[in-house]
């Protein structure tokens, strides 16, 4: 059985994978949002797929944390569940509760700035599909021959760059 200090390493190494992966989720955010803001479809595509797969690999360090903060919790007689973020780092013991508390505080920072960056790169895909709808309308609402109906008598006009970005 491993003893309180191993647990407690395994837990810190699992809090900071967490931290440090939320750090790269958050970059690939930004680089999202430019990829929005510079309507590249390609970069915008790559950056989702990346996110997605930074979010899996949270999920799992996140679940091996909550294993580690279970077996210590054990240790002690207590459900993991019911204890608070305090109570576990205390059950980390003395050599690592105070890095897993300051990871868990880093954590919960990260965990903003990437909130953010989300919900602004969330308005940008809201507007972008609010500029799709307003043209879908338009084009449908037009009585004039279209350049992509049967009976249309002009040349395609070049294309239009509509921007996402809500200050634009």
Known sequence: MP???????????????????LDHAHKVAIEEQNALLA???????STCVAQEEVMLKI???DENAAA?????????????????????TRAAGPDYGP?????????SQAAQRLREVNETNSQLLSNGLEIIATCLQTVASD??????SDDASMA???????SLDSLA
């Open 68 to 88: 580690a903060a279970e077996r210590l919790a054990e240790m002690d007689g207590k459900d993991a569940a019911s204890m608070s973020n305090v109570e576990i």
């Open 3 to 21: 003893t309180r200090d191993e647990l407690g390493n395994v837990l810190f190494d699992c809090v900071r994978e967490v931290r440090a992966l």
């Open 99 to 107: 890095l897993v508390a300051e990871e868990l505080y880093s954590i």
């Open 156 to 162: 395609s006009r070049g294309g239009i760059v509509l």
């Open 59 to 61: 999920a799992q360090a």
């Open 39 to 45: 309507n590249d479809a390609e970069a915008i595509a």
């Open 143 to 148: 009585a004039q021959p279209l350049t992509y």
